[in-house]
């Protein structure tokens, strides 16, 4: 069974099943991440006939923690080639503008489509031990635009009552990402820094609210799980657990408070290639140079460096338009901000996520009466 | 390892999701056309008020919260109809959802509403009909049987006064269909 006919067995197996969604992907080998936090809109059912549209800007910085070097494998996938210890990380920065539009087709049922476009900057070191004088490396830098994975889900509110609410949610990453964006030298960047995965991913969730004092104090959980399958390039992301979990405080009618702790898992990624490693003064007179093969044959490697868990802090806050000023601009309009606050980083030596920020603007549409 | 402890915290937390909330599990809409459950609950008045002390009437069952703006806007509707039907075999059940006595008597004073209001701190009423979204209102005729379910638009006079017309009228109910 082809990868295409796999993809959409799965899509209609799973099409009972509904999806909560959390938009960012991350990666650990050349690190670039994206914030990964619950916001409410995204993550309930709509009311029938209730289009509610979300505008979200989230910038995600990542650097070195202290007492990491960054020295990372390389990924080689026209060479299909990992070379261990080729790569020195500097830095990345993530810039992302989403599209989220979430659909009430029935009162339970609801239809979810994220549409991401991103912005990444990447600084490495490439070619340790091959370039330079002293095998030094490179000083490359990466920069790249463009749409990235598209995600469609279906959401049904399994119990739905005035107080709580527990959704499940069943989405398809769709590779609609840039996969083949440059570095400044002209080299295909590694997947792990393109816009794009590359290929279909699976990702089930649940979602599930309780008002602890009604209409003013509640709590929220997230659970996300994300499966990507291998790509045309030999390259499969690791899968990603995503737990989140918090509470929304409504202080005055127009203004909510939140806070909330996002655990995120990653396991190694994996890539179909022969093993290398980079030259070191040890293999002289052959240094600088070429790379030394460990392992020609062509087999499935974990990526070293790359798998990760990650714990932040989330405050936030939102308000709404509509309650402050009554007016038909600010009909069902609500805008909000978090800080995503690192509170413990394991990066395997990488790239490691900073404090984030997300800005966000959710308007609601009726478009069709509820039926009666 | 790692990832078999994940998966485990995952499902207890799953497992710990669906327990805490299954007690409070919705019911489903009732189906027009079937005789609609009875409750009781206490009126701001502290008096005790079951659905089934007003057979012989059309009821309008109404769920609302202050702080639900559709709610409040069509209550008016709802007065001015129960002023003028009350005699003639018209009742309006106000059911507030999850609030505080001081602050539903409060709005109530505040706008003149006379008609019975009853209070579901527990929310078990709203769950028992389905209810999961306001204002949600039923129609319920002299035999305790739900005539009509309104969801997601606005009550207005001539919308109530039609579908008391048509009840009072002893029209053939609609088909019992699945809402």
Redesign the interface.
Known sequence: MSVWQRSLATIILGSWLSVVGVPPHASASCGAVSCFVTIGSQQQVA???LLTVNGIYSYTPMRLLPGTNGVIPGIDTSQRQLILDHHQETRTITQMATLDLNYGITERWGLQITIPYMWRTHHHIDGIGEDGPNGEGESTTFSSDGLGDMRVGLKYNL????????VLGFGVYLPTGVTSAKDSTGALMEPTTQLGRGQVGLNPT?Y?T??LI??RLNQF?F?G?RHTFRNNAGYQFG?Q?D?NGGFNLVTV?WFVLTAQLNYR?M?HDNFSSSLLRSATPADAPDFPGEPVVLDPNIQNRAVPTTGSTFLAFTPGFQISLEGMMNSAWTKMTSAYFYAQVPVARDSNNSLAQGTSFIFGLTRSFQML???? | MKTAVVAAVLGVTLVGVLVVNGWSMGSRVPVVGTPAEDFQLVDLNGNPQRLGDYRGKVVLLNFWATWCKPCTTEMPAMQRTYDKLREKGFVVLAVNELEDETEVREHIRQFGHTFPVLMDRDNKVANQFGVYGLPVSFFIDERGVVREYIKGGLLTEQKIYEVVSRMQNQEPPKAASLK
């Open positions: 009311m029938e006939g119990l739905p009552t005035l107080r709580s609410m527990v649940i599930q309780y008002e009604p209409h959980l659970a799980y899968d657990w737990v009618p898992y396991v009466t509820p039926s009666s």
